[in-house]
């Protein structure tokens, strides 16, 4: 315990709860709490007053308002983890434990069939991939991308997928005919990332990338995606996921704070941009959807960034990736009040359109002028 940091009393615990509209907690739930790993343990008390370690009445309110929305104390415990909060590792190990687990078989039924095709085996007007799309419908294996995949695509996907699971990747083959996606731009597809940046030498096969962009400067995922690819093979080929859970707690904890930071920033810069840019902003659609994923999904994102931090793979430390979370919370509101101003202000309606934002987001003058004209209008009566 940090000596210089202030315990807390039923009555901070109390409070932060009225701040929030919630009732206050009683001493019984309080007592159940701590009882069940969900809230830290009581200090010795010291005289008669009762001192709660620091943090508690934060927790005690997300821990309220999860209780709202989950049935069970087995949920709120993985989510008030998952935030960063400390809780029994009942609630968190064996849900890391059940995803290593699932990705390490699922890995070790691909590997036959990623060899079989590497031979050239199977059927000769069906690939092994093919097959295996055929047999489980794009719907079952991959909800998220059967949607913008071919069933062809799908197979190609899945293929690209068994290579960096089984620790094979090392580029993209770009010899695509001429009617068809590459596979760089299948993979790109499929994570939804046509919006994320350009190609290093251009696009290689049909597909014509127009990256959105802020004073003329794009995500640059496109470009980055085959190093990610071959890191993830690189620490595949000589690790199971099920490696990571014998990695000490204390690194467990920061891949996951990480892996939320990244996560949140995916999902805040998405909810800041997708009314200026559209739906398929900056690419940033599916790192939106997996920042409220499954447990299980999210489980699975801690423990493959655990190992990939092992690396040398040069991904942003932590401390940048916590910093750049806060300003994408940041811009999102800033952003959001900004529609609402339109909305509310018939003056400014005119000039806050998702047209007149892309252009005033496009360059430094165009962003001026758009700064002097919103300036104008607010001195209108």
């Known amino acids: 315990m940090d000596g210089g940091a202030l315990w807390e009393t039923?009555?901070?615990?109390?409070?932060?709860?009225?701040?929030?509209?919630?009732?206050?907690?009683?001493?019984?739930?309080l007592e159940r709490w701590r009882?069940?790993?969900?809230?830290?343990?009581?200090?010795?008390?010291?005289?008669?007053?009762?001192?709660?370690?620091p943090g508690t009445a934060r927790q005690t309110v997300r821990?309220?308002?999860?209780?709202r929305d989950k049935e069970t104390f087995e949920c709120v415990g993985w989510e008030l983890w998952w935030e960063g909060f400390e809780v029994g590792?009942?609630?968190?190990?064996?849900?890391?434990?059940?995803?290593?687990?699932?990705?390490?078989?699922?890995?070790?039924?691909?590997?036959?069939?990623?060899a079989l095709w590497r031979s050239g085996g199977g059927d000769e007007d069906e690939t092994?991939?093919?097959?295996?799309?055929?047999?489980?419908?794009?719907?079952?294996?991959?909800?998220?991308?059967a949607r913008r995949l071919s069933a062809v695509e799908m197979a190609v996907f899945l293929r690209i997928l068994a290579h960096v699971g089984g620790g094979k990747f090392s580029k993209f083959d770009d010899n695509p005919h001429e009617d068809e996606l590459s596979d760089y731009e299948i993979a790109v597809s499929g994570l939804d990332m046509e919006n994320a940046g350009?190609?290093?030498?251009?696009?290689?096969?049909?597909?014509?990338?127009?990256?959105?962009?802020?004073?003329?400067?794009?995500?640059?995922?496109?470009?980055?995606?085959p190093g990610v690819f071959r890191a993830m093979a690189r620490t595949l080929r000589r690790n199971t996921l099920s490696d990571a859970l014998k990695l000490p707690p204390g690194e467990l904890s920061s891949a996951r704070d990480d892996v939320r930071g990244a996560l949140g920033i995916g999902r805040d810069f998405y909810?800041?941009?997708?009314?200026?840019?559209?739906?398929?902003?900056?690419?940033?659609?599916?790192?939106?959807?997996?920042?409220?994923?499954?447990?299980?999904?999210?489980?699975?994102?801690?423990?493959g960034f655990a190992l990939l931090k092992r690396s040398d793979h040069p991904f942003l430390p932590s401390d940048q990736i916590a910093n750049l979370a806060r300003q994408a919370a940041a811009a999102r509101q800033d952003?959001?009040?900004?529609?609402?101003?339109?909305?509310?202000?018939?003056?400014?309606?005119?000039?806050?359109t998702p047209k007149a934002l892309r252009r005033a987001f496009s360059n430094s003058k165009e962003f001026e002028r758009f700064r002097r004209q919103m300036i104008a209008a607010r001195m209108r009566q």
């Open 10 to 29: 039923r009555e901070s615990i109390n409070a932060a709860a009225r701040a929030k509209g919630l009732k206050e907690p009683t001493l019984f739930q």
């Open 35 to 53: 009882r069940v790993k969900l809230l830290p343990p009581v200090q010795p008390n010291h005289g008669s007053i009762v001192e709660y370690p």
């Open 63 to 67: 821990l309220t308002e999860l209780l």
């Open 89 to 114: 590792k009942h609630y968190w190990e064996p849900k890391l434990q059940e995803a290593a687990a699932t990705v390490d078989l699922g890995i070790r039924m691909l590997k036959p069939i990623l």
């Open 128 to 145: 092994p991939f093919e097959k295996l799309q055929r047999q489980i419908p794009a719907s079952l294996l991959a909800p998220q991308l």
């Open 198 to 225: 350009n190609y290093e030498k251009g696009p290689p096969g049909k597909s014509e990338p127009k990256p959105d962009q802020v004073f003329g400067k794009d995500m640059n995922f496109i470009q980055v995606l």
């Open 271 to 303: 909810e800041a941009t997708k009314w200026i840019y559209g739906n398929r902003a900056f690419g940033m659609r599916l790192a939106a959807w997996l920042s409220r994923s499954a447990a299980s999904q999210r489980a699975l994102s801690v423990l």
């Open 335 to 352: 952003l959001l009040r900004l529609k609402k101003i339109a909305q509310s202000d018939p003056r400014l309606a005119a000039l806050i």
